[in-house]
């Protein structure tokens, strides 16, 4: 009887961690195709220019590792807010035409979107000294 509870248990463990396993991976999944890592990707872009020619190579490496990391990290914050019904139905959106355009143009949003966020700041920094006198 021992044996058959023990092995109940030792299943069910397997079972909640595959389904575990699944959901994370399929988070990960949503922040590729979401352009999140993409985003990351941006960040440090103007980083790998600063390495020398014959180090990039391998500091791609590194950083693609710690991309990897990063995305591990996030995935586990989003298992806190989210269902795994809930990540599918994201998938599926951005597997979807408007997705896909979505993403594609996550580049361009961030670059165009960067702009007009300094040139706000630069406006705030004006409104601010206007009421700091």
Known sequence: ?????????VLFAAQVTFAQDAFKQD??????LSGQRKTFELLVK???????????ADF???LNASLDDLMNKM??????????EDIKAVI???ESPVGKKLTDKSA???????AVGQEWGMGLQTMLMKYMQ
């Open 60 to 62: 791609k490496k590194d």
């Open 1 to 9: 009887m021992k044996k058959l509870f023990l092995t109940l248990i």
């Open 46 to 56: 103007d980083l790998s220019s600063q390495i020398p020619v014959e180090k990039q």
């Open 108 to 114: 361009v949003l961030y670059e165009t979107g960067n």
């Open 75 to 84: 995935a586990d914050i989003y298992m806190t807010e989210f269902t795994h």
């Open 92 to 94: 599926k959106f951005y």
């Open 27 to 32: 988070i990960v999944k949503y922040l590729n």
